[in-house]
C-alpha cells in the first residue's frame, strides 16, 4: 500500500505548555481516497498538519508526505501539496486575482499559464464576478472559497484542508463538497478535518479520529460502526469514542 501521510510516534509540546499537544501519534493514510481527521477541539488535528507542511517542527517522531521526509525534504513536499488552512491566509487589501497571481508566483507557475488556471478556478468556485474585488469586503463563504483556490494554482497531487467549510452557508458547502468529490475522482488525495460529522460522513472513504494527540481509532466509518455496539451514526461513533467532556 503506497501512503500520502505517514505518521509514527509524533510528539509535540508548544513552549510554556503543560502538555503534549501531540502524544505518540501514529496514523497512515493510503493515498487516492479521501480521508478525515476528526477530533474534539484541541485534539491535534491542526497541529499534525502544521506539521506536515513545515510550519510547526515536532520534538519527536517521523512524518512522511507522499514518501517525502516531512525534516529534510519539505520543499519537494509543498510542490506536491496544496495546503488549505484553518485560518483564511489571503491579503484582505488586495483583489482575490491579485492575491492569486502573487501565491502563484510563489510557485514559479508560467504567467500564460498562471493566469489561464486562476481565470479557470475563480469560475469552477462561482467567483469570476468578484475577480477584481478586495477580499476584505468578499463574505464568509467567498474567503473560504478564494483560499481554497489558492491551494490548487500549482495543482497539487495531495490537498490537505483543515475545515475548509467553517461558517460558511450551505449553498458555499454544496459547492465546496462536490468539488472535493470531483477533484478525489480526478485522481487526486484529499486530507480534510471537519467539526461536521455528517459531512466527514458523506465524503470521506476513511476516518481517523484523534484525541488528547493520539490515534483513538482509525478506519472506513462503516467498518467502525460494526464494531460498536449500538452505534448507527458516525456522531455516536464519534461520542463513544471521545466521550462527553467539553474541551478547552
Ligand atoms: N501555538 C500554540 N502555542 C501553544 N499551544 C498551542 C498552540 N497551538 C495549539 N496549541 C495547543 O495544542 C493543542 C492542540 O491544538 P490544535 O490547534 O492542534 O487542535 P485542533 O484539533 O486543531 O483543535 P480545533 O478543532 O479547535 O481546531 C491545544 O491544547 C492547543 O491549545
Ligand atoms: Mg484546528
Partial sequence: MEYAINIAD?????????FNSLDGLTLRFPKGKISGLLGPNGAGKTTTISIMCGLVMPDAGTVEVMGLNARTQMHQILQKTGIVTQQIALYP?????????YIGGLYNIPQPQLQDKIAFLLERFGLQNSAHKKVKHYSGGMKRRCNIIASLLHDPELLILDEPTAGVDIHSRAMILDFLQ?????????????????????LCHEIAIVDNGRLVVQGTIDELKHQVADVHTLEELFLHYTGRSLRE
Wanted: aromatic share 12%.
Fill in 10 to 18: 509524533l510528539f509535540k509540546r508548544y513552549p510554556h505548555a503543560e
Fill in 93 to 101: 487589501l488586495l483583489t482575490a486575482w491579485e492575491n492569486l497571481s
Fill in 182 to 202: 470531483a477533484y478525489n475522482e480526478e485522481g487526486h488525495t484529499i486530507l480534510y478535518t471537519s467539526h461536521l460529522l455528517e459531512e466527514a460522513e458523506r
